[in-house]
């Protein structure tokens, strides 16, 4: 990412598996009411960046959850809703075999390896699922490339990749950081805030 750009990330806005517990991963679960308001009060914040931030860069993951909080983000810029770009490279990290699993069920049938997660959250990889580091290096793929202000609506594994990269964090504390859904991370490399 090119010196001096800003990223506002915002996390897509809560589903029914959010609210479950459910992993998610790559499955395309839709947003519920709640996290259609997330997504409101997220846009509301984004505006005391107007007018500048209309000309910013505005890209999602081709998730729907993703999408839609985009869509909801922009109606509150008063924004054209649809036009913005999707990249692959932001989808959520891939669960494989733990999607649509609820943890509760996870902690009895996969206590083994959910105890392999905590030990090296950064390098598990779930059956047929992605690791973070792998997550890091597909979202590198895109953040590297990024020369201009971007509002981003993505997922809380690229948010969490985000910051271990751009503020060169510890990755084996990557599951310690925080993925609020009704705030707006501002960052740029070395510093962040919340909105």
């Known amino acids: ?16 598996w959010n609210a479950q517990s459910r992993y998610q991963g790559q499955r395309d679960v839709p947003l ?38 985009m869509q909801i983000v922009r109606r509150e810029l008063c924004l054209e809703p649809d036009r913005f770009e999707t990249d692959d490279r932001l989808k959520e990290v891939h669960y494989g075999s733990w999607e649509g699993q609820l943890l509760e069920t996870l902690e009895e049938t996969e206590a083994s390896s959910l105890a392999a997660r905590m030990a090296d959250p950064y390098r598990f990889r779930p059956p047929q699922g992605e690791s973070y580091a792998d997550l890091l290096e597909r979202m590198r793929g895109w953040v590297d490339k990024v020369e201009t202000d971007t509002v981003v609506a993505t997922h809380g594994g690229i948010s969490r990749t985000l910051r271990t990269y751009l503020l060169d964090l510890d990755p084996n504390r990557i599951l310690d950081l925080d993925v609020p859904q009704d705030r707006v991370l501002v960052i740029q490399r070395g510093e962040m805030r919340w909105l």
Do not use: W
């Open 32 to 69: 519920n009411d709640s996290g259609r308001e997330q997504a409101l009060r997220n846009g509301r914040a984004l505006r005391e960046f107007l007018p500048e931030i209309a000309e910013a860069q505005f890209i999602s993951s081709p998730l729907g959850r993703a999408r839609e909080t």
């Open 1 to 16: 990412m090119k010196d001096g750009v800003t990223l506002y990330c915002v996390r897509h806005g809560q589903t029914d």
